[in-house]
Nanobody, 118 residues
């Protein structure tokens, strides 16, 4: 089991930036891929970005490609999501997640709110 705790959410104006962080503990950090997901009010949770165990390979939802960057710090067991040029449609609760097997994310943080407004 992996314990995850997000931080760094908040409110920002359109076009602004925020950086989210997720601290991981439990299983050895290098043994699982990590991801960020989000859930907007009235919508289902959706994929945002993932990063593999080594940190070399990343993938992004089309809606955030070119604006968001996922990275992992293997020395501190952190995963980060740098979000630039934020839009109102990025408003959501953001969750980090750990992958137990390919394609299956079953450890989740408590979530952190991101609000983008004019």
């Amino acid at each position: 089991q992996v314990h995850l705790a997000e931080s760094g959410g908040g409110s920002v104006q359109i076009g602004g930036s925020l950086s989210l962080s997720c601290a991981a503990s439990g299983r050895p950090f290098s043994t699982y891929a990590m991801g960020w997901f989000r859930q907007a009010p009235g919508k289902e949770r959706e994929f945002v970005a993932t990063i593999n165990r080594s940190g070399i390979n990343t993938s992004y939802a089309d809606s955030v490609k070119g604006r968001f960057t996922i990275s992992r710090d293997k020395t501190k067991n952190w995963v980060h999501l740098q979000m630039n040029n934020l839009k109102p449609e990025d408003t959501a609760i953001y969750y980090c997640a750990a992958e137990s097997r390919p394609g299956q994310f079953d450890s989740w943080g408590q979530g952190t709110q991101v609000t983008v407004s004019s």
